[in-house]
Structures are given as structure tokens and as C-alpha cells.
């Protein structure tokens, strides 16, 4: 067996800054609201016109990652791609990714797991890696939420969260075994599916029926959040991600020397710090620039957290992450 590494990060971000000053001239909320409940300040959206997509943003973050992994485009064996906003109902974002980088025709297969994404994603190709299938996996999470969020007063509670980006890391095999990923643990629990959830269009909820029926007020297109529901659930299942993957390697709270939360809402994630007594720089957040970019944030809050030196050899990083579905998990990272 195999272990599989990280050899290269990047994210991407969309220039186009929307502040909370800037929601509140598109619905009634405002900044005091929205920092104390979130902690978030600004967030990147598309702007109209622009040439980003998910599938563009993950092709932009992907290069930067083979790059910086000291690769090219042909040693890549495999693509897993996360997002909860792909371009197309189908086919998925992962073989446009194969198109854009110009890749050999590798295989690519897309996630659908929100927020819990690049978790699910990394544990895939983990996978491939360890069994000798594959050398070098590239691990995309992108996210396109802008254009399908509701920007009036209705859609509130859900719009000011989110935010646009992506990110990407090239796993690599390696044959020491005390380096790399750990282990990975994945959960699921389905009843509360429309908790958070966009329910159409969908083949249940078809396109002809929706155009026939062309009502304004139909809010099923908007993405839906019980968001009370949601908190409660997820400071508890971060924790029991967390507290799993370090009893499976025999660690502690204490050994842990980077918490990449998934960038929810910073009050789950200051949650999270207190309840396993983390200092300030053993815990990396940076939804207060970005909002929550779901399958995207994890491996953006890595990446940045990588390139201001937070992360040094032999560190225990763990990443975890808890959405819709509701799905959750983590991932234990011996750098
Ligand atoms: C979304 C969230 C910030 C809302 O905070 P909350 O304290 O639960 O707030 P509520 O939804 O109960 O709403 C409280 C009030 O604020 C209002 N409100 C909602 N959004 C608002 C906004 N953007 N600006 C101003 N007021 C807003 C509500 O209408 C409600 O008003 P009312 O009391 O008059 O009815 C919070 O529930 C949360 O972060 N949940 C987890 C979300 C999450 O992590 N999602 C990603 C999945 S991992």
C-alpha cells in the first residue's frame, strides 16, 4: 500500500469584491447583522459578463496546483471534481476541467457533496492512490454561487453566506508511509436532505413544467437553509469528524498543529477551537474575506494557509467539514 501527499496547492478567486454594505443596497440586511451572526465582512461574486465559471475558476486554481506540484498536465492520471454549482446539469465539471487543461483522456468523476465536498473528494482519490491505481490525482472544489442565489430581502438568510471561488491540490503517491494522508472518515445522514437543499430544476421537478408554470414566486430554484437546524447540527458532527480521525491514529487534541474547519460560519468554527482548546494559530478561518465557497473552501483556507507559512513539514493538519445531505467528515494529514 500506498500513502498519498499533498505536492501542490492554488486557489483562485474572482476580483470582484461584494461587501455587506454593497448586500444591503440589494435587500434589507446589513453589516452589523451579518459580522455578528457569520463573521463574514466581504465575499467574491462573478461579476455579469465575466469569463469564470466553476469550471473556469477550477481550471485556473488546477494550474497553479500542477505547477507548483513540479508537474505537468500529462502526469496527472485522474480528476475528482467537487461543487455543488457545476456548470451543466450534466456533464459534469470534472471532464470540462480534462478539455480546459488540454489533459490526456484521463478519467474524471464529480462529487456532489456541498460543503463536505473536498473532504469526500480528497478521500477519493486517497483511494486510487493507495491502492497503486494511480500516481498523481488532481483534487478540485469549485463553486458558482452567485448567480443562483436570491438577491432580494427573501432570500436573506441564505445570500449573505455565500461566496464564489475555487481550489486544488495534486495528490501524490508516496512510498513513506508516515507522511501524507492518515486516514479519512465520511458520513451521511439523508432525513435531513431538505434541511439545505435547491429542489428543482430536477427530473422531479422538470424544465418544461417550470417554464409552464412561470411563477415568480416559486422559491424552489433558490437554494433553501433551515439555518438554526443546520448550526446545531454541524458544531456537533465537526466535532465527531475530528474527535474520529484522530482516535483512529492514536492522537489528541494537543497534537493537532492546523484545524482547516470547512468556512461555514466563523462562530461554528470558533465552536469547534474552544471545544478542543486550540490556540489562535492552530486553527485557520478566512470566511471573513471569502464567505462560504462549500466544496471550494476547505482547499482555499488550506492553500492560503500553506502560502503565509502556517503549515511546515511534519505538522498534523486536519481538515473537516460538515453540509448539506447532511454529510460530513474528515481528513488527517501528516505534512
Ligand atoms: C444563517 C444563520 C447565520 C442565521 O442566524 P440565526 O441566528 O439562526 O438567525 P435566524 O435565521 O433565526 O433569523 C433571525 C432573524 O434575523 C433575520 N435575518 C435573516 N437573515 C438576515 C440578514 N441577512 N440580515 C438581517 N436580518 C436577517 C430573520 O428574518 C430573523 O428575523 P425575525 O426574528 O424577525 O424573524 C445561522 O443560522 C447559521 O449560520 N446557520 C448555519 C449555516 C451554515 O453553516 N450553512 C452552511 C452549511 S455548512
Redesign the pocket.
Known amino acids: 500500500m500506498y500513502n498519498s501527499k499533498i505536492t501542490g496547492l492554488g486557489f483562485y478567486v474572482p476580483e470582484n469584491v461584494v461587501t455587506n454594505e454593497d448586500l444591503s443596497k440589494m435587500m ?3 453589516d452589523e ?2 459580522q455578528e ?2 463573521g463574514i465582512k466581504e465575499r467574491r461574486w462573478i461579476k455579469e459578463g465575466s469569463e469564470d465559471t466553476t469550471a473556469v475558476m477550477g481550471a485556473k486554481a488546477s494550474r497553479i496546483a500542477i505547477e507548483r506540484a513540479g508537474l505537468t498536465k500529462d502526469d496527472i492520471d485522474f480528476i475528482v471534481f467537487a461543487t455543488l454549482s457545476p456548470d451543466y446539469y450534466f456533464p459534469g465539471g470534472g471532464v470540462q476541467l480534462q478539455e480546459m487543461l488540454d489533459m490526456r483522456t484521463v478519467g474524471a468523476v464529480d462529487i456532489r457533496n456541498q ?1 463536505s465536498g473536498f473532504i469526500y473528494a480528497m478521500s477519493v482519490a486517497d483511494q486510487f492512490i493507495k491502492t497503486g491505481m494511480y500516481k498523481n490525482i488532481l483534487v478540485v472544489g469549485s463553486e458558482f454561487h452567485s448567480g443562483g442565489l436570491d438577491k432580494s430581502t427573501r432570500g ?2 441564505v445570500t ?2 455565500f461566496g464564489d471561488g475555487a481550489g486544488a491540490a495534486v495528490l501524490s503517491r508516496t512510498e513513506d508511509n508516515t507522511k501524507g494522508i492518515l486516514s479519512s472518515h465520511l458520513h451521511s445522514e439523508g432525513k435531513h436532505a431538505k434541511e ?1 437543499i435547491v429542489e428543482s430544476p430536477s427530473i422531479m421537478h422538470w424544465v418544461p413544467a417550470l417554464i409552464a408554470e412561470n411563477d415568480e414566486n416559486d422559491e424552489s430554484y433558490y437554494p433553501y ?1 433551515n ?2 437546524f ?2 446545531k447540527n ?1 458544531v456537533v458532527r465537526f466535532s465527531e469528524a475530528i474527535i474520529e480521525g484522530l482516535q483512529t491514529n492514536n492522537l489528541e487534541a494537543t497534537d493537532i498543529d492546523m484545524l482547516i474547519p ?1 468556512q ?2 466563523l ?2 468554527s470558533q465552536f469547534v477551537q474552544k471545544k478542543f482548546k486550540l490556540n489562535d494559530d492552530q486553527i485557520y478561518n478566512n470566511i471573513m474575506k471569502y464567505g ?1 465557497t462549500t466544496a471550494a473552501s476547505v482547499i482555499i483556507a488550506l492553500t492560503e494557509a500553506w502560502e503565509l507559512g502556517k503549515i511546515k513539514d511534519n505538522d498534523l493538519v486536519v481538515l473537516a467539514a ?3 445531505g447532511f454529510t460530513w467528515g474528515s481528513v488527517i494529514i501528516r505534512w
Open positions: 434589507d440586511t446589513n447583522w451579518i451572526r457569520t460543503c436573506r438568510g449573505v453566506i439545505l437553509m439555518g438554526t443546520v448550526f454541524a470547512h461555514a460560519n462562530r461554528i462560504n460538515f453540509g448539506s
